[in-house]
T-cell receptor, first 115, second 114 residues
Framework: GNSVTQMEGPVTLSEEAFLTINCTYT??????LFWYVQYPGEGLQLLLK?????DKGSNKGFEATYRKETTSFHLEKGSVQVSDSAVYFC??????????????FGKGTLLTVNP | AAGVIQSPRHLIKEKRETATLKCYPI?????VYWYQQGPGQDPQFLIS???????DKGSIPDRFSAQQFSDYHSELNMSSLELGDSALYFC?????????????FGEGSRLTVL
């Protein structure tokens, strides 16, 4: 079945540091890939996505490139801010039959950015 | 823009009681998904509906049931509640038309079982 493996946290960085959160996946077909972010006490928000190989998703300074050859979708940001402190989930979406899709999530990585 | 609406946002129940969570998808979205997120865990897929029919089933306990109504809203019914059911329950919706795999999530309903 499908699975997502992401870097275990927690990750603690100083403001303006470079961020990488690794994510690799296993899928039988050609999934879409996502990063979702969950701020403390809140729901899941889509951060960025990529729907095919070599696509680069980007948003709010975050980037991730869909690498089919390495089955990876690593999240990066050049300079993190305190407000980026949250849990980050890597996820893949693939059809589960007919017109239905569902997301499979990684375990999540807690990021804390200190001033 | 309208988002996925979930109610109630917080719910406290005793063991063996019943709880019902409601989800109102984004207008014109035809698919609804339910996820359960335990403390410090990743969201786990429970069940989904497409055009009011169950389309997929995940790790949903037999004590739970769900349905999607003619107006596309969905309800998750949980009976004989156990302490382990305490979690954040997310509803998400999507549209088959032009679908890219993205699910739009509500803010969740936090269930606490005492």
């Amino acid at each position: 079945g499908n699975s997502v493996t992401q870097m275990e946290g927690p990750v603690t960085l100083s403001e303006e540091a470079f961020l990488t959160i690794n994510c690799t996946y296993t899928a039988t077909g050609y999934p879409s890939l996502f990063w979702y972010v969950q701020y403390p006490g809140e729901g899941l928000q889509l951060l960025l996505k990529a729907t095919k190989a070599d696509d680069k998703g980007s948003n709010k300074g975050f980037e991730a490139t869909y690498r089919k050859e390495t089955t990876s979708f690593h999240l990066e940001k050049g300079s993190v801010q305190v407000s980026d402190s949250a849990v980050y989930f890597c996820a893949l979406s693939e059809t589960s039959g007919g017109s239905n899709y569902k997301l499979t999530f990684g375990k999540g990585t807690l990021l804390t950015v200190n001033p | 823009a309208a988002g996925v609406i979930q109610s109630p946002r917080h719910l406290i129940k005793e063991k063996r009681e019943t709880a019902t969570l409601k989800c109102y998808p984004i207008p014109r979205h035809d698919t609804v998904y339910w996820y359960q997120q335990g403390p410090g865990q990743d969201p786990q897929f429970l069940i989904s509906f497409y055009e009011k029919m169950q389309s997929d089933k995940g790790s949903i306990p037999d004590r739970f049931s769900a349905q999607q109504f003619s107006d596309y809203h969905s309800e998750l019914n949980m009976s004989s509640l156990e302490l382990g059911d305490s979690a954040l329950y997310f509803c998400a919706s999507s549209s088959w038309t032009g679908y890219t795999g993205e699910l739009f999530f509500g803010e969740g309903s936090r269930l606490t079982v005492l």
